[in-house]
């Protein structure tokens, strides 16, 4: 069965830092997934990745995919509250879509 | 336009009883998913429509899950003689073939007591 990883699991960081969210996956596959999701709500689509080497931007979040490494990136430059949300990478394989166990990002003030 | 919609919003359900979920996908959108969401984890697939027919149910935990989508539009996810390990938020997503993109709706909060 296909395992996609996430990490850190938790994150706690202050406005105005950078950092990167790490997500691992265990087959090969060139489509990679981010979303978003607040408390309480549904998932929200912020990225598709479709190749190798694909970079995406929007805002203060840059996505990127290294199908050879299996590894997938989600970096946040210089944070602000309104990013606080749990973050979802996805692969999926065939029909199904496997999501990893999320990141519950809280930004500081 | 409208997105993904899905009924109730929250159904609270004895163990034993049958429910039934709804979901109404954005208009003209083929692909279906079903998942269950458990508290403080990801999404699991449960089930994939491509038009009228399940092109993949191989996420369903055991034979009291049951989907349909008879005319390739409104699915509804069926549970019978539910228990409480079924709890959990059900989401629906819909979408187009090219992307492989999901919108999603916002979901079904089950609880069986």
């Known amino acids: 069965e296909l395992k996609v990883e996430q990490n850190p699991l938790f994150l706690s960081m202050q406005e105005g830092k950078n950092y990167t969210i790490y997500c691992n996956y265990s087959?090969?596959?060139?489509?990679l997934y981010w979303y978003r999701q607040d408390p309480g709500k549904s998932l929200e689509s912020l990225f598709v990745?479709?190749?190798?080497?694909a970079v995406k931007q929007e805002g203060r979040l840059m996505a990127s995919l290294d199908t050879k490494a299996r590894l997938s990136t989600l970096h946040i430059t210089a944070a602000v509250h309104d990013l606080s949300a749990t973050y979802f990478c996805a692969v999926d394989s065939g029909n199904q879509f496997y999501f990893g166990t999320g990141t519950s990002l809280t930004v500081i003030p | 336009g409208a997105g993904v919609s899905q009924t109730p919003s929250n159904k609270v359900t004895e163990k034993g009883k049958y429910v039934e979920l709804r979901c109404d996908p954005i208009s003209g959108h083929t692909a279906l998913y079903w998942y269950r969401q458990s508290l403080g984890q990801g999404p699991e697939f449960l089930i994939y429509?491509?038009?009228?027919?399940?092109?993949?149910d191989s996420g369903l935990p055991n034979d009291r899950f049951f989907a349909v989508r008879p005319e390739g539009s409104v699915s509804t996810l069926k549970i019978q003689r539910t228990e409480r390990g079924d709890s959990a938020v059900y989401l629906c997503?819909?979408?187009?073939?090219?992307?492989?993109?999901?919108?999603f709706g916002p979901g079904t909060r089950l609880t069986v007591t």
């Open positions: 087959t090969t596959s060139d489509r």
């Open positions: 997503a819909s979408g187009g073939t090219i992307l492989h993109e999901q919108y």
């Open positions: 990745l479709l190749s190798n080497g």
């Open positions: 429509f491509q038009g009228t027919g399940a092109a993949d």
